[in-house]
């Protein structure tokens, strides 16, 4: 699915503190250059082999590397790829996004340039890279939809 992502009305405000801060998005179709660190984070699945079992109880994340795009079209051969997709692993596997952590964010230095969207059948495996929806292809339909 291309641009996999939603629009959320909030009930209530935010209120901003330690715990609840806004994020900054990149600039229109801005990338990052493959090897870039960057940390996801999320409630999901710790131990990918028994993913629906390790859910987290508390907020996780983990730092992963832009995988540049043909690497990554290689390592998941097979599967669906659109522009509006990034790529992130670490080669020797053990570090991933996981079950559970879906619409997480995906950022370096203050900055969201991912959301959590999908991954080869098991999490964290060498040479399996997640796949994660650009907020840079979308930050124009963010801004319009966020009022921001």
């Not at 996981?98 to 991912?114: A, E, F, I, N, R």
């Amino acid at each position: 699915m291309d641009k996999e992502s939603m629009d959320q009305k909030l009930n209530a405000s935010l209120e901003f503190g330690p715990n609840v801060q806004p994020v900054e998005l990149p600039a229109q179709n801005e990338t990052l250059a493959p090897g870039t660190p960057v940390v996801v984070s999320g409630w999901g699945a710790t131990d990918a082999s028994n993913e629906i079992l390790s859910q987290s109880d508390i907020l996780m994340e983990v730092e992963v590397f832009i995988v540049d795009d043909n690497t990554c079209h290689m390592e998941l051969e097979g599967y669906t790829f659109f522009p509006s997709m990034i790529c992130a692993g670490v080669d020797q596997g053990g570090k991933d996004s996981c079950t559970g952590d879906s619409g997480g964010p995906l950022v370096t230095k203050g900055v969201q340039y991912g959301i959590v969207s999908w991954g080869p059948n098991s999490c964290a495996e060498p040479e399996q890279p997640g796949v994660y929806t650009s907020t840079s292809v979308l930050r124009d339909w963010i801004q319009e939809k966020s009022e921001v």
